[in-house]
C-alpha cells in the first residue's frame, strides 16, 4: 500500500514493490471514505495547490509559478473566442479545456525527465479519468460519460474542438513563459530563469487565430527580450 503524503499542493507517495499504479492508492484515506460528488470536489482541490513542473525545474519561485488550474482555466476562457466561421463548439471547447489535464490532481505534473515513462503516465492518466467518472456515474450519468469522453476527445484529437484546444494548450504555454520572462526583466524573477528554448511551441500550432495570437506575442516578446 502506499503512504500519500502532501508535497506542492499535489500527492507524492511510494509504491511497494511489485505494486502497480492506481487512484486509489494516492487518494487519502479520508477522501475514499466520503460520498460522491463531495470526494470529486475535494480532488479538484489538487489542481488548485499544485504547481505546474514545467516552471519549478527552470526557476521560477514557487509563489510565483501557476497552479495546472490556473493553466486550464485560461484556456477555458479563451474558448469563449472560438471562431464560429469554423462551426466550433465553444462550450464543447471549454469543457474540454477544463478536463484536459484533470487527471494530474492524481497522477501529477510529470515532465518527459521524469522516470515514469510515457506510456505509463497515459495509463495513470486514462486509469484516473475512468475512476473519477465512475464515482460521478450515480450522482449524475451524463456528467460521468461527458468527463471521460471529453478527455479522451482531446487525447486523441478526434474533433475540431479538441485540435482547436490543443492550439490553446500551446498558446497558453508561450503566453505564461512570456509573462515569466517580463517577469525577470522586472525583477519579479531571477536572471537565471531561462525560458527562451520554450518558443518551439509557436511552430506547433495549425489555427489560423491562435496563430495570429501567436505572432501579436512574438510581436510583444520582441520589445523586451533579446535572444
Known amino acids: 500500500m502506499s503512504t ?3 508535497s506542492n499542493g499535489g500527492i507524492n507517495f ?3 514493490s511489485g505494486s502497480q499504479w492506481t487512484p486509489e492508492f494516492v487518494i487519502p484515506a479520508e477522501l475514499l471514505k466520503l460520498p460522491a460528488p463531495l470526494s470529486f470536489f475535494h480532488i479538484l482541490r489538487y489542481l488548485k495547490t499544485q504547481k505546474r513542473t514545467g516552471w519549478l525545474v527552470r526557476g521560477v519561485k514557487q509563489e510565483n509559478a501557476e497552479s495546472i488550474s490556473d493553466h486550464m482555466y485560461r484556456m477555458a476562457v479563451m474558448c469563449l ?3 464560429e466561421e469554423d462551426e466550433l463548439n465553444s462550450r464543447k471547447c471549454a469543457i474540454i479545456a477544463l478536463v484536459h489535464d484533470l487527471a494530474e490532481a492524481l497522477v501529477g505534473d510529470l515532465t518527459p525527465d521524469d522516470p515514469v515513462g510515457p506510456d505509463e503516465k497515459h495509463r495513470r492518466e486514462r486509469e484516473t479519468m475512468a475512476y473519477l467518472a465512475s464515482t460521478l456515474k450515480p450522482v449524475n450519468e451524463k456528467a460521468s460519460i461527458v ?19 490543443k492550439d490553446l494548450d500551446k498558446f497558453e504555454f508561450l503566453l505564461q513563459t512570456v509573462e515569466y520572462e517580463r517577469d525577470v526583466k522586472e525583477g519579479i ?10 518558443m518551439y511551441a509557436a511552430k506547433l500550432i495549425k489555427s489560423p487565430l491562435v496563430k495570429d495570437w501567436t505572432e501579436q506575442l512574438m510581436n510583444e516578446r520582441k520589445t523586451f527580450v533579446r535572444d
Do not use: H, M, T
Open 14 to 16: 511510494s509504491l511497494k
Open 4 to 6: 500519500p503524503v502532501i
Open 81 to 83: 473566442l472560438a471562431p
Open 189 to 198: 524573477e531571477s536572471n537565471d530563469v531561462s525560458l527562451k528554448d520554450f
Open 147 to 165: 468527463l471521460f469522453e471529453s478527455y479522451l476527445e482531446y487525447e486523441k484529437q478526434s474533433s475540431a474542438e479538441a485540435r482547436f484546444v
